[in-house]
């Protein structure tokens, strides 16, 4: 599968943003998403994960209640809502599906990789 992220772009902290990552292929609907971000100078970190059918979704403590992760398997895409976004959020967002589950937060558990989206939130 190929994955295309976009929606990144500058905004002022408190401000939202809404990611989209397509997919390529028939595939979709059969790998669990997840979202993850990397920080000049940092590690790739994860985000959010939701599963197959978006019944069920995991988030790191730092997003937690800001951001909202979903997927369209119809449109083939997942979505990453950003609210109440703070200067630490800047980052390269990318989008990744993976064989495994969706609560997988390792970067070596996802197979695909989308090209990465940059948000820089602003003070």
């Known amino acids: 599968v190929e994955l295309q992220a976009s929606g990144g772009g500058l905004v002022q902290a408190g401000g939202s943003l809404r990611l989209s990552c397509a997919a390529s292929g028939r595939t979709f609907s059969t790998f669990d998403m997840g979202w993850f971000r990397q920080a000049p100078g940092k590690e790739r970190e994860f985000v959010a994960g939701?599963?197959?059918?978006?019944?069920?979704?995991f988030y790191a403590d730092s997003v937690k209640g800001r951001f909202t992760i979903s997927r369209d398997n119809a449109k083939s895409t997942v979505y990453l809502q950003m609210n109440s976004l703070k200067p630490e959020d800047t980052a390269v967002y990318y989008c990744?599906?993976?064989?495994?589950?969706?609560?997988?937060?390792?970067?070596?558990?996802?197979?695909?990789w989308g090209q990465g989206t940059l948000v820089t939130v602003s003070s």
């Open positions: 990744a599906a993976s064989r495994g589950r969706y609560y997988y937060t390792a970067v070596g558990q996802y197979n695909y």
């Open positions: 939701i599963n197959w059918s978006g019944g069920s979704t």
